[in-house]
């Protein structure tokens, strides 16, 4: 499985950058010809992480979020979504449906449950006061072609 391209953005964690990062994500992979589902699988999995960056992990103060994003000879696409905020003490219990740290903002507690159903991978590493990476995999269908592959 050999990468054949990748992209980095950083930005700050801000509400109104979740619409950016889905946009600018979704515009990178178009490359790949992606499916309209597929397309909207990837863009709602990025809103979902994004969103618990600016509302969990930086608690209204304002930090960065990184994403990367590569995709590989096999059609996998791996986006990680970086923050250096509080942390997650207990991950298990936070990719719980209906687990929310944040009950008093009215929050559903699905954003986990969202990514996972669309994605084919979900992998959250955390530590408690240095930050979190979720990484999201998706295969798509292969119907991109590179002459290096």
């Not at 960056?53 to 590569?70: D, E, L, Q, S, W």
């Amino acid at each position: 499985m050999n990468i054949i391209n990748e992209m980095n953005m950083e930005f700050d964690s801000r509400p109104e950058n979740e619409s950016f990062a889905r946009s600018a994500s979704a515009a990178f992979l178009m490359q790949l010809d992606p499916t309209v589902s597929e397309i909207g699988d990837i863009k709602t999995s990025v809103s979902e992480a994004v969103t618990n960056c600016v509302v969990h992990a930086y608690k209204g103060t304002r930090g960065k979020i990184r994403i990367t994003i590569k995709f590989t000879s096999d059609h996998t696409v791996i986006i990680k979504i970086i923050d250096k905020g509080c942390g997650i003490e207990d991950v298990h219990k936070a990719m719980e449906p209906l687990y929310t740290s944040a009950p008093e903002e009215e929050r559903a507690g699905l954003g986990f449950a969202v990514m996972q159903s669309f994605c084919d991978d979900v992998n959250v590493r955390s530590i408690v006061g240095r930050g979190t990476t979720v990484t999201l995999k998706k295969k798509l269908s292969p119907r991109y072609r590179d002459e290096r592959t």
